[in-house]
């Protein structure tokens, strides 16, 4: 008998040791899930597929703010000054949606009237190689102080350029928007063409990917509209979304992930953009307003039951319209939309002048099975002035090098990466 009780004393040490370890765990899970709940943090579900989360935000608290702060990194043949001049109003992640944009100096006439429509939070990334640089932090520093103080309280820029085109001196940041830009003096993007630039005396291309990804990645908010810095949004649509995600839990429900595609319009140079859907309705009637890009390529933003959109009148606030997917009449939709901070990010390989610089994101919505929620009351329209198709030799050949770029390096590497689905083109 005393053989037998000292053969199971290990096995009872063990046993006990589990118990222990066992009673200790489910200690420390209840002890974390009462900190998440003192904390209000949202309930986390993983998206199907994605390495990122999708929250429900249907608690009235809200994480904590996390201030951005300005610095100076590395990025690929880049360097980037995040956050160079940051907004006084700080956003917790589900307080609002950024919109993030990009481009250089000679755009940013269009911050006031993009702002002055949103009423929120924006992430601009601005190119400034060379000279540009200055011109840049001149045009931010008029900006603040000689326009609208929604550009205080909203916008942080964000300024980048490869090292081979730092200028000579890089100025004193504090020393200068510690001052008060005199408002007598012209700004550079209003007295400097674009064919004179330093991009476009050097013949540099523009890193529009870059430019969007810096934009996306510095937002305060969970949700992010990444659009182009010369569509301007219909009204009211920051509060009419979240409210709409509130009250449907969409998100959170949906058993694939998701993304909130806008229509996308152009209205003739002398015409006034449209605020809301009745306005750009009656537009479109009198054939003001067409769809975006529709005589340079059509295929490009036409949407999923698009003529259906067109004859339904505006409702109040914002709902899904129509769930649809990129693939078949739809494979080379490059779409804009509110969506994730977390969503694919853009190939940097691809610049402005390639074209094709969305189609490797919209590829990796399609193989991830993304549903294209589009939504009825809500659209971008281009600033006045309809494309046309004009035949550029030189922009001719960036595209036919993107193509060769595309066809033989990046498609093979997305098939590796993400997977192959019928109908899915990049």
């Given at each position: ?5 000292k053969s ?7 046993l006990?040791y589990?118990?222990m370890?066992v ?5 420390f899970?209840?002890?974390?899930v ?15 597929n ?19 702060t300005s610095?100076?990194?590395?990025h ?8 160079l ?11 609002s949606?950024t919109?993030t944009t990009q481009?250089?100096f000679?755009f ?14 924006m ?7 060379g ?9 931010i520093?008029?900006?603040?102080d ?5 550009i205080q ?16 001196e890089?100025?004193n940041?504090k020393k ?5 830009y ?22 540099l ?7 969007r990804?810096v ?7 969970y ?19 979240l409210?709409?995600i ?19 319009f ?13 306005e ?9 307003a067409?769809n975006?890009?529709q005589?340079v390529c ?6 999923p039951?698009?003529n ?6 505006e ?23 509110i ?12 610049s ?11 590829y990796?919505?399609?193989v ?5 929620m ?5 659209f ?5 002035g ?15 090098k ?5 066809r033989?390096?990046?498609r093979k590497?997305?098939e ?9 083109r990049?």
């Amino acid at each position: 008998m005393m053989f037998l009780v000292k053969s199971n004393r290990p096995i009872v040490i063990i046993l006990f040791y589990c118990v222990m370890v066992v009673v200790m765990f489910m200690l420390f899970k209840r002890t974390c899930v009462q900190e998440r709940d003192n904390m209000g943090v949202y309930l986390e579900r993983y998206e199907r597929n994605e390495g990122t989360h999708r929250e429900r935000i249907e608690n009235k608290d809200e994480p904590p703010i996390l201030n951005p702060t300005s610095m100076i990194k590395q990025h690929g043949d880049y360097w980037i000054y995040y956050n160079l001049l940051i907004s006084k109003r700080m956003f917790a992640p589900y307080e609002s949606i950024t919109y993030t944009t990009q481009g250089d100096f000679t755009f940013l006439d269009n911050v006031q009237p993009l702002l002055e429509r949103w009423k929120g939070p924006m992430s601009i990334a601005l190119y400034a190689p060379g000279d540009d640089f200055n011109y840049t932090v001149e045009s931010i520093h008029y900006l603040r102080d000689c326009t609208t103080n929604l550009i205080q309280n909203f916008v942080t820029f964000h300024v980048f350029l490869k090292g081979q085109d730092l200028p000579k001196e890089i100025p004193n940041f504090k020393k200068i928007f510690n001052t008060t830009y005199n408002c007598n003096i012209e700004p550079s993007f209003k007295s400097i063409k674009s064919n004179e630039t330093y991009r476009a005396l050097n013949n540099l291309t523009y890193p529009i990917n870059v430019a969007r990804n810096v934009a996306k990645e510095s937002s305060q908010t969970y949700f992010v509209l990444a659009s182009d810095i010369e569509l301007y949004p219909s009204v009211n649509i920051i509060q009419n979304f979240l409210e709409m995600i509130n009250r449907t839990q969409i998100t959170a429900t949906n058993s694939n992930p998701a993304v909130f595609p806008l229509n996308v319009f152009e209205v003739k140079e002398d015409a006034e953009i449209p605020k809301t859907k009745t306005e750009l309705l009656e537009m479109l009637k009198k054939k003001k307003a067409i769809n975006f890009h529709q005589k340079v390529c059509p295929a490009c933003h036409r949407t999923p039951n698009y003529n259906e959109w067109i004859k339904t009148n505006e409702t109040k606030g914002i709902n899904v319209f129509y769930v649809g997917k990129r693939i078949g009449s739809f494979k080379s939709w490059e779409p804009f939309f509110i969506g994730s901070k977390y969503a694919p990010d853009f190939d940097e390989r691809l610049s402005w002048e390639g074209q094709s610089n969305k189609m490797t994101q919209g590829y990796i919505l399609c193989v991830k099975d993304y549903d294209m929620m589009m939504l009825d009351n809500a659209f971008l329209v281009h600033k006045p002035g309809i494309k046309v198709f004009r035949r550029d030799p030189i922009r001719r050949a960036h595209v036919i090098k993107t193509n060769v770029l595309i066809r033989k390096v990046i498609r093979k590497e997305l098939e590796t990466l993400f997977g192959v689905k019928k109908g899915c083109r990049v």
